[in-house]
């Protein structure tokens, strides 16, 4: 049975960081996709960052400020989040997919940010930013 659990979420003022973790078990697919969503309160569901193999992909809202990382020894997925702003405030959600979920675009393919692509969730963890 695949778990997923988040951690490192908390309340930080603008501009400030913080690093998410999420501890993964029972899933040991270190070549398929996993990444980080969020949903703030009335918004839909976005995807933030996955990975495939040490390769990311990122939301137009949050490149050049956040960063993914697996560490397949430690069976953990990182988000680090730098230069938070009050609309990073959501609930993040990590998550893994049962393969490779790739979008492509322009001759390239990326990992997925799409929420249907992804078969097993976290409970998700809190982060606020005040302004």
Partial sequence: ????????GGSVQ???SLR?????SGYTYSSYCMGWFRQA?????EGVASIIEG???YADS????FTIAKDNAKNTLYLEM???????TAKYYCAAANGRRTFCRGGYCFPSLKGADFDHWGQGIQVTVSS
């Fill in 62 to 65: 949050v490149k050049g400020r």
């Fill in 14 to 16: 603008a501009g400030g």
């Fill in 55 to 57: 390769s990311p992909s």
């Fill in 1 to 8: 049975q695949v778990q997923l659990v988040e951690s490192g």
């Fill in 82 to 88: 730098n230069s938070l702003k009050p609309e990073d």
């Fill in 20 to 24: 998410l973790s999420c501890a993964v």
């Fill in 41 to 45: 309160p009335g918004k839909e569901r």
